[in-house]
T-cell receptor, first 111, second 114 residues
Framework: GEDVEQSLFLSVREGDSSVINCTYT??????LYWYKQEPGAGLQLLTY?????DMKQDQRLTVLLNKKDKHLSLRIADTQTGDSAIYFC???????????FGAGTRLFVKA | DTEVTQTPKHLVMGMTNKKSLKCEQH?????MYWYKQKAKKPPELMFV???????INESVPSRFSPECPNSSLLNLHLHALQPEDSALYLC?????????????FGEGSRLTVL
């Protein structure tokens, strides 16, 4: 079945760049997402990328997609303490209702 | 209005109680979802409603009963729950068949079963 894997923990210093990596198995994935969850809150979509794209940039966020290797990454430039949260990689196919989430990467930003 | 509103935020119930979780969205979305999230785990899909009809039931025990009274509202009725059902219950919505299936989540209802 479909699977999404990501590392569980990342620690960076404030002002550095953070890179969170993710791999997925479903070659028919159409959309790949990054969601952010702060403590005690729901998930918030940060950004998403279509599978026919290689890169997407949105202010401090850069998403890179290597479709051949089924590898997705999220780079956060100038990481701030407010970026401390859990980041979920997720994928879905066209028109489907099932979004498959990775286990989440807990980002800890040291001041 | 890009919010999904869930009530209550916190709920404590005994194993013999009957309670309900409520979710509301006014974004015109036609798909609504219930997810269950245990601590340090990703959300797990429970139910999907599309155009007010139950589209997906991920083999959820019958002690959880979803209801979609109209396109803006989604309820989850709880009865005879077990302590292991304690979790964060997240409601989400999405546009039907478009916008990349982006999910808009509520803040969740944290349920504790004693």
């Amino acid at each position: 079945g479909e699977d999404v894997e990501q590392s569980l923990f990342l620690s960076v210093r404030e002002g550095d760049s953070s890179v969170i990596n993710c791999t997925y198995t479903d070659s028919s994935s159409t959309y790949l997402y990054w969601y952010k969850q702060e403590p005690g809150a729901g998930l918030q979509l940060l950004t998403y990328i279509f599978s026919n794209m290689d890169m997407k940039q949105d202010q401090r966020l850069t998403v890179l997609l290597n479709k051949k290797d089924k590898h997705l990454s999220l780079r956060i430039a100038d990481t701030q303490t407010g970026d401390s949260a859990i980041y979920f990689c997720a994928e879905s196919g066209t028109g489907g209702f099932k979004t498959i989430f990775g286990a989440g990467t807990r980002l800890f930003v040291k001041a | 209005d890009t919010e999904v509103t869930q009530t209550p935020k916190h709920l404590v119930m005994g194993m013999t109680n009957k309670k309900s979780l409520k979710c509301e969205q006014h974004m015109g979305h036609r798909a609504m979802y219930w997810y269950k999230q245990k601590a340090k785990k990703p959300p797990e899909l429970m139910f999907v409603y599309s155009y007010e009809k139950l589209s997906i039931n991920e083999s959820v025990p019958s002690r959880f009963s979803p209801e979609c009274p109209n396109s803006s509202l989604l309820n989850l009725h709880l009865h005879a729950l077990q302590p292991e059902d304690s979790a964060l219950y997240l409601c989400a919505s999405s546009q039907e068949g478009g916008a990349g299936g982006e999910l808009f989540f509520g803040e969740g209802s944290r349920l504790t079963v004693l």
